[in-house]
């Protein structure tokens, strides 16, 4: 049976075999493809910082598709992941949130820091309260051994994920890399991608 796997919520991913080196460092990728190879497997992308990069894929890579959701979508119980900033009075307020399908249930269970800026955070838990307020309401997300209260607002991204093709790898198209390893000549080789679906853009 199919699983979706999370690409975003753990702090790294295990790496299967082959030309990946398992104890090769392993970096975050955020880019939008220029160019893919006849296969779709060798993508040439520009990182969110201006760089050109050339990733490779494994053969075959898991691809992973992103659609947009909304807080209705996101229900008690729901197993959602969301980066999050503090603000001034140090208070979680989400950055992005991404609702886990019910198979993919347990992926990256906790509470720990994320890179998407600084002081920002990734929970990953079950909603167990939702609280309305003035500027959006505040999830209460629990994890074991824990849980965050989280403020999201109108203006928050909100994400789900369904199974993904090589043929949403285009040009123009958003992606997310979570485990990219560096080869010997320069490229960067990967075993799964999260892509935006029709043009979507990531917001991780």
């Not at 992103?66 to 603000?87: H, N, R, V």
């Not at 999201?152 to 949403?168: K, N, Q, R, W």
């Amino acid at each position: 049976m199919y699983r979706v796997r999370s690409l975003i919520a753990a702090a790294s991913l295990a790496l299967a075999g082959g030309a990946l080196a398992q104890d090769a460092p392993q970096v975050t990728i955020r880019a939008t493809i220029q160019t893919v190879s006849a296969d779709n497997l060798t993508l040439n992308v520009r990182t969110r910082e201006g760089e050109d990069r050339v990733v490779r894929l494994k053969d075959p890579p898991t691809v992973n598709a992103a659609i947009p959701a909304s807080l209705a979508d996101i229900k008690p119980g729901s197993y959602i992941g969301t980066a999050a900033s503090p603000g001034p009075d140090g208070a979680l307020k989400a950055m992005e949130v991404h609702i886990f399908p019910e198979s993919a249930r347990g992926s990256g269970e906790g509470f720990r820091p994320f890179d998407m800026g600084p002081g920002s955070t990734m929970t990953n838990g079950a909603v167990s309260a939702r609280v309305e307020a003035a500027d959006g309401p505040k999830l209460t997300v629990t994890y074991k051994g824990g849980e965050q209260s989280i403020l999201v607002d109108a203006a928050t991204p909100i994400i789900t994920f369904t199974p993904g093709a090589l043929s949403d790898l285009k040009p123009g198209a958003s992606i997310s890399i979570r485990g990219a390893v560096n080869a010997s000549d320069g490229a960067y080789e990967a075993t799964r991608v999260l892509v935006g679906k029709d043009g979507m853009k990531l917001p991780i």
